[in-house]
């Protein structure tokens, strides 16, 4: 199901009755009693072993369980409960499909000591690994040109998903496949793009923002689109208009991760594409500016929980750790409630807050977290 807020307010739809099996069985056995008595002029009296009893018991499980596969099969056709196979068929009907996983991406600069008088081919698919066996290749043909030292290419890992991002710069530097005259290579950044293939929830929204795309007239919600759409490991969006004509869209990475230089360059072009961009809009991409705030709290747990003491403390740890995650949204004001809120349903009794305080976050800003001091008060009488 999903966990969309634009499809929250979208009421459920129920295709069949709400019955359990028992009270299945007890609407079989009313309807046969009904039906021999009209028939008969007499009250039929079953047993518990009773055989047609217990015809009538296995036959209603049978009928309950068509009535699960009938609301199954209903509820797979709404957007707002697809998952798995059904969603992609949803999206199908939109031309949109399931995004697979990506390879992570890298600047690798091969170099020399000394220069040549001719050029130093670098051949594609020349690969280069980390000291842990994670492997990239270069995506084209490069070379280094005649007097010079060094040439950058640009790589990919050779295995899809996310375990290949975050190599520090520096880590990719053992040579696989050795290239004549070259001596050295290293990744100039931090690696960063992989990702695994789409989940539900990303899935259902592209697909709920996709007539937005049809359209390059350019509406917010259209640049949200076609950013998700571009780039898969795009997470969150927001749009804006500082004047007219002049498009600012800043954007988080999955998790929450801002941006990179070269992140910002690839979701510029995608999108400053002219099958893309409205040709009067001027845009801007960029990572939103955070802002900081610091947690710092004591709670207590009430006398009557003291057995539970410490699978609420561990339940604190991680409602704070999900407060985190959801206070990371663009434009998301920090909101000290919503803590209280996560805390208080962990267990706890009550919660003295210090930090967060409240705070406006604007459109092109995002909340960090800082310091965390999470302190446990003890018991205390309820």
């Known amino acids: 199901m999903s966990n969309i807020t634009e499809l929250n ?3 459920d739809v129920v295709f069949t009755d709400s019955l359990s ?7 079989m056995l009313a309807a046969y009693a009904a039906s021999y008595e009209s ?3 007499k009250v039929p009296t079953l047993a518990d072993a009773d055989p047609v009893r217990l015809c009538l018991s296995a036959a209603s499980l049978m009928l309950y369980q068509l009535k699960l596969y009938i609301e199954r099969t209903g509820q797979q056709n709404l957007l707002k409960n697809a998952e798995d196979s059904s969603l992609d068929g949803l999206g199908a009907l939109k031309q949109i499909t399931r995004a697979p996983a990506g390879a992570a ?8 000591e000394s220069a040549r008088s001719e050029i130093t081919p670098v051949p594609s698919g020349t690969r280069v690994t980390t000291e842990d066996d994670i492997v990239f290749y270069t995506t084209a043909y490069a070379e280094i040109p005649a ?3 060094s040439i950058d290419a640009a790589a990919a890992a050779d295995a899809a998903g996310t375990g290949s991002n975050g190599l ?26 992989g990702t695994d293939e789409e989940g539900d929830e990303s899935l259902t929204r592209r697909i709920y923002l996709a007539p937005e795309g049809y359209s390059v007239a350019g509406p917010e919600n259209a640049y949200i689109a076609k950013a998700l759409e571009l780039m898969p490991d795009t997470e969150d969006v927001r749009v804006t208009s500082p004047n007219p004509c002049y498009i600012t869209l800043v954007y988080t990475k999955t998790g929450g991760v801002l941006p990179g230089t070269e992140d910002i360059a690839a979701m510029t072009a995608a999108l400053n594409d002219k099958s893309q961009r409205p040709q009067g809009d ?27 003491a410490g699978l609420i403390a561990s339940q604190v740890s991680a409602a704070v750790a999900d407060y985190v995650t959801w206070q990371r949204r663009i434009g998301r004001d920090v909101n000290p409630t919503e ?30 977290v800082g310091t965390q001091t999470i302190t446990n008060g003890g018991i205390e009488n309820d």
């Open 9 to 11: 307010n979208i009421p």
């Open 21 to 27: 099996l028992a009270e299945t069985q007890e609407e």
């Open 39 to 41: 028939l008969t002029g």
């Open 105 to 112: 991406s890298a600047t690798l600069r091969f170099s020399m």
């Open 147 to 149: 007097g010079s030292l």
């Open 168 to 193: 520090a710069a520096g880590a990719l530097s053992i040579m696989v496949d050795p290239v004549p005259y070259i001596d050295a290579v290293t990744n100039l950044y931090e690696t960063s793009g």
């Open 282 to 308: 001027r845009l801007t991409v960029q990572a939103p500016a955070e802002v900081t705030y610091n947690i710092s709290m004591t709670y207590y747990i009430a006398k009557s929980d003291e057995a539970k």
């Open 339 to 368: 803590l209280i809120s996560k805390v208080r349903a962990a267990g706890v009794k009550r919660v003295e807050l210090t930090s967060p305080v409240y705070q406006a976050i604007g459109d092109l800003e995002i909340s960090k």
